[in-house]
């Protein structure tokens, strides 16, 4: 296995995250609504990761550095963590898992429907993770993984749709997100330099 | 690892008085006696004011409300057995924008606002318009204290024991003419101590501004706030002057009111006009009528745990039906939201 230790280090951080919020939620740290608190978290904690696992390709680019490529499915993977995590804390917390209530939502609310979708983008990519997958798909794989950038919009609408007030928190993370969909259209990507490293 | 889920029909864990403000009941009883104990001292006794609710932080009161405080009229109305929410979590937990987007914005950013002097311009369709200092405005009025629940448009809820006066009496005063038919409301506009209204990215449109059908601003339940859990408004709870409306949702009771004006039409109100799909004029508490985004139908009562969530039933106008009912017999609520 390669750059071992950078694996892991990516690992523990997935990892801390999580453990490190339900502590102070433990503790009475995260205020009067902690359930809502983690739900927030966490759905923002997947796309914090799913914009890295985007940035991977460009660093290596830019770098010259194998590790980044390396690490990328390990950080989508953690995206699709974080997900599962955020929807259960959604149903545990915020709905008191009345499941009925869950169908409600489902039916009623484009921010919900918007979110599920971006899930199912995310359970495809998870599911299909694998070397195995890979073998079999072939050149489909690759054109399937290109679910992301949709799996990304959607994600961002789904964040759009929650904002009640003040966009700029969200503007933060739409202008990464585009800048990183940009640099991957292909005249654009043809001239992204090589800024380290010995090939020029 | 037990998540406890309580049935909607199930006593509320919270609805037992918390252990804390059971515990404290000898610090009230104690923290009196030690002010007898301490007034026999001359100098040290004027120190001690035991506060009526557990762990509230003192401010720095203005001489006007320490004044009044004496003649408070305690528990005007109350809640039945309904737990108070801790004083810390009613001073961290607010949708205040002019202090930021996030919960915890407004009780770390609004020590900037500037709360003395303070004064309220009066206008419109009244017999005594003017700019009154907030300490004369008030000064024919008594204190008095109402514990109501507080629900947020957002699907969770409070209960704060709010000082303040009738909101009636404060418009009697002023003297409402014939053509007055809603009270409007603004909150101070001042970007230099509000960060929230520095920002770019806001989709308010500031002043932030609120109103009331007269016949509305007139029901008892209505108040003008400047004080709770026995103190003077925090400044993120909207201080020194807020209104409480507590059958409508919280963003009705707009808070640090600058501007009372007595209007002939219907003001156009903040949010209603940032989306009027989701915010209505009245916004009342109303479980049938959902949020476009969100259900209307529960609530989560704060402090909601992460291993014991405090998920209950909302109430139509926030269990104040039998007051308010009446105001909106033969209005339909669904079209007017």
Request: aromatic share 12%.
């Amino acid at each position: 296995m390669r750059y071992p230790w950078f694996r892991l280090a990516i690992f523990i951080i997935g990892c801390l995250f999580p453990a490190w919020w339900l502590y102070e939620a433990a503790m009475n740290l995260l205020g009067p609504d902690p359930g809502k608190i983690l739900v927030d978290r966490l759905g923002l904690g997947a796309l914090v990761f799913l914009l890295v696992t985007l940035g991977m390709s460009p660093l290596q680019r830019l770098t010259g550095w194998g590790g980044w490529i390396v690490a990328r499915r390990q950080l989508g993977l953690w995206c699709f963590a974080y997900i599962v995590l955020h929807m259960t804390a959604y149903m545990v917390f915020i709905l008191g898992l009345d499941w009925g209530q869950l169908g409600v939502e489902l039916r009623k609310r484009p921010y919900i429907i918007v979110g599920v979708l971006a899930f199912l983008g995310l359970l495809a990519l998870a599911v299909t993770s694998n070397r195995y997958s890979q073998r079999r798909l072939g050149a489909r794989w690759k054109k399937l993984h290109k679910l992301v950038y949709v799996i990304l919009g959607l994600g961002l609408l789904h964040f759009l749709w929650i904002v009640r007030s003040d966009l700029q928190e969200w503007a933060i993370y739409a202008g990464v997100g585009a800048l990183l969909m940009v640099m991957r259209v292909p005249p654009v990507w043809r001239r992204v330099p090589r800024l380290i490293g010995r090939r020029a | 690892m037990l998540i406890k889920l309580p049935k909607s029909s199930d006593c509320n864990e919270s609805d037992v008085t918390p252990e804390s403000v059971y515990f404290s009941r000898r610090s009230v009883l104690g923290a009196s006696l030690a002010g007898f104990a301490l007034g026999a001292l001359p100098v040290l006794g004027q120190a001690a004011e035991p506060s009526r609710y557990a762990d509230v932080e003192a401010g720095s009161t203005p001489g006007w409300f320490k004044d009044k405080l004496g003649a408070t009229r305690w528990q005007a109305v109350t809640v039945k057995d309904e737990a108070i929410t801790p004083f810390k979590d009613a001073t961290h937990y607010n949708n205040f924008y002019e202090f930021g987007p996030d919960k915890g914005d407004p009780a770390a950013n609004a020590g900037s606002l500037k709360t003395e002097p303070w004064s309220v311009v009066v206008d419109g369709e009244v017999g005594k318009p003017g700019r009154y200092a907030l300490e004369d405005f008030v000064k024919p009025l008594q204190l008095e204290e109402r514990i109501y629940r507080l629900r947020c448009v957002e699907a969770w809820s409070m209960v704060i024991p709010w000082l303040g006066f009738p909101l009636s009496e404060v418009l009697k005063q002023v003297e409402p003419t014939s053509k007055a038919r809603y009270v409007r409301f603004e909150t101070l506009q001042d970007p230099k101590s509000m960060p929230g209204q520095r920002s770019g990215f806001a989709l308010i449109d500031w002043p932030y501004v609120e109103g009331l059908r007269l016949d509305e601003a007139m029901n008892p339940l209505a108040i003008l706030a400047v004080g709770m859990y026995g103190r003077e408004l925090p400044n993120q709870n909207g201080a020194p002057l807020r209104v409480v409306v507590p059958w409508k949702y919280g963003f009705k009771s707009i808070k640090s009111i600058v501007r009372i004006s007595l209007v002939a039409e219907q003001p156009q109100t903040t949010w209603q006009g940032l989306a009027p799909s989701e915010y209505g004029f009245y916004a009342n508490v109303n479980p049938q009528v959902d949020h476009p985004r969100w259900s209307q139908a529960r609530e989560r009562r704060l402090p909601s745990g992460l291993f014991s969530p405090n998920v209950r039933t909302t109430q139509m106008f926030n269990g104040y039906e039998d007051e308010v009912a009446s105001l909106y017999s033969g209005l339909d609520l669904r079209k007017n939201y």
